[in-house]
């Protein structure tokens, strides 16, 4: 679960390929016991053996945490292992994360970190945040390494904890934010208005949490400015090195994910390079700029066609594109329909799944 090196768990069979951090093991068996169940037995029922010493920095594919997230839900009796894991999550691997988000001065500085969740925590996890009327909404995705969207509802609700715990803790006050889950109950539903202080929508188009705009630039007590920009900087750098490893085609693809309509200057800034070493670095590997742009675009339409509150002159402007005309010559050209046609459609496939 987290991205940074450490002792690993590995696959018992010794052919690697799936592991997770030796210290996100020891989170899980500590929750795990607040839950009435073994961790072990869980890792033996899913293949995997704590490995010896072992540092191949892995952060643990996205599929094989969902398998263990659901063996967790089910083996436990006492507390329900996707909220208790999310109130026991702490950031421990990235102090930096920790120190910034506690100098922030707003939420909307705080969420600067949502664009840099696949580097800080999993490369599976992607997050935004929009503003529609008077609310603003953090969308959070899992996405498997082909980029694949991963449907994973205990990991889902884990991490919805996690984020709404951050938020209080910030504000210095309990907030009821409007959940929203792709999945259905997991858990009686009680469980779930005790957890986030009032009942999540089930059976949504998104997994996300919204909240009243107001919060968005309300003082944060505590704030420091001079440390905050210290941290910022630190975390930047950090990612920097990051994206070192990670490749450059892959972190050019996060930043666009979350920001489609990022300009090729605005992300070369972003990546800390210049806007010619980008390009010239992206055509070395056959691909290019506008080639992995308009792959964040049209994922992003998608998820946002499926949101019926958002018109699409909203949508087009959302993503970067000069109207509506525009937007839709791009999306026909990529799924083959039009807009208006694609949200029918998808709609109609909806009502006949119900």
């Keep these: 679960m987290t991205a940074d090196n450490g002792d690993s768990v590995e696959k018992g069979d010794g052919h690697g390929g799936r592991s997770i951090s ?138 919805l904890v996690v984020l709404n715990r951050v938020l209080n803790q910030l504000l210095g006050q309990h907030s009821c934010p409007d959940i929203t889950f792709r999945h259905r109950p997991m858990t009686n539903l009680a469980a779930y208005e005790k957890q986030f202080g009032s009942l999540p929508r089930f059976g949504g188009s998104f997994d996300g949490a919204s909240h009243p705009l107001g919060l968005l630039d309300h003082p944060i007590p505590g704030s420091s400015p001079a440390l905050h920009a210290k941290m910022r900087l630190l975390l930047e750098q950090r990612l920097k090195q990051l994206q070192e490893v990670d490749g450059l085609e892959k972190a050019l693809s996060g930043l666009l994910r979350h920001s489609p309509a990022m300009t090729v200057g605005q992300a070369s800034k972003r990546l800390g390079i210049e806007t010619r070493t980008l390009q010239r670095r992206l055509k070395k590997t056959g691909s290019s700029f506008a080639a992995i742009q308009a792959q964040a675009r049209f994922q992003a339409a998608k998820n946002m066609l499926a949101d019926h509150d958002l018109d699409i002159d909203t949508i087009a402007l959302k993503l970067g594109f000069a109207d509506r005309t525009t937007f839709s010559k791009s999306f026909s050209k990529w799924s083959g329909l039009p807009p208006a046609t694609y949200r029918r459609v998808r709609a109609s496939q909806g009502a006949d799944r119900r």
């Design 22 to 159: 030796f210290r996100d093991v020891s989170l899980l068996a500590r929750v795990a016991a607040l839950c009435g169940f073994d961790i072990e037995s869980v890792l033996s029922d899913v293949g995997i053996r704590v490995s010896d010493m072992q540092d191949d920095g892995d952060p643990g594919d996205v599929h094989l945490i969902t398998t263990m997230m659901d063996f967790g839900v089910r083996r436990s009796t006492r507390a329900y292992f996707p909220f208790a894991l999310g109130e026991h999550y702490a950031f421990e691997h990235t102090p930096e994360v920790q120190t910034f988000l506690a100098t922030c001065s707003s939420l909307r500085e705080a969420l600067w970190l949502l664009d840099f969740l696949p580097h800080f925590v999993h490369p599976s996890m992607t997050a935004r945040y929009d503003i529609a009327g008077d609310r603003f909404t953090i969308y959070f995705e899992l996405h498997d390494a082909s980029g694949a969207l991963v449907s994973s509802p205990g990991l889902t609700e884990t991490v």
